[in-house]
């Protein structure tokens, strides 16, 4: 049987993961609601395992900035190779690119949690914040902006 005593440290690192992945929460909600492919699941997966990732970096009661520096280095190259499934698509011989503000959202969401994981609490919530604003309030005004374009008028 294993032993589940936990000392204060891990009880923290655990709400630390908890934060990261409540933190993606509505941003998967959101994109979930609108039918898109990455949504509710790895929105917050990314968040929590990312600050899951940070936080072993360095074992506990230790600083190791080199250490840290190689796993966010890690970090961004693993969420970068996600996202880019997320933006490259084809239909038969033909080819475009979409999918961009997913893979943004997705990498944002790789640093919420490595933030969660060395206490950077307002720039995590900061961050989760401006991911929702910028695909729930500037992508309707995106669409109007390419309406207008297509059509020639106005935007009203």
Partial sequence: MPNFDYGRAELIDIGKVLTAYVLALPVGWYREREAHSVGVRTFPLVAAASCGFVLVAVPLGQSDLAAQSRVIQGLV?????????????????KSYVHGTATAASIWNFGVVGAAVAQN????????????LFALSVLY????RLEE?????GDCD
Avoid at 79 to 89: D, E, H, Q, R, S
Avoid at 120 to 131: F, P, S, V, Y
Avoid at 140 to 143: A, F, R, T, Y
């Fill in 77 to 93: 190259a693993g969420i970068g190779f996600i996202g880019g499934g997320a933006i490259l698509k084809a239909e038969g011989t």
């Fill in 140 to 143: 309707p005004l995106k669409v």
């Fill in 120 to 131: 950077r609490w307002l720039l995590a919530i900061l961050l989760a914040a401006l991911n």
């Fill in 148 to 152: 207008r374009n297509k059509s020639g």
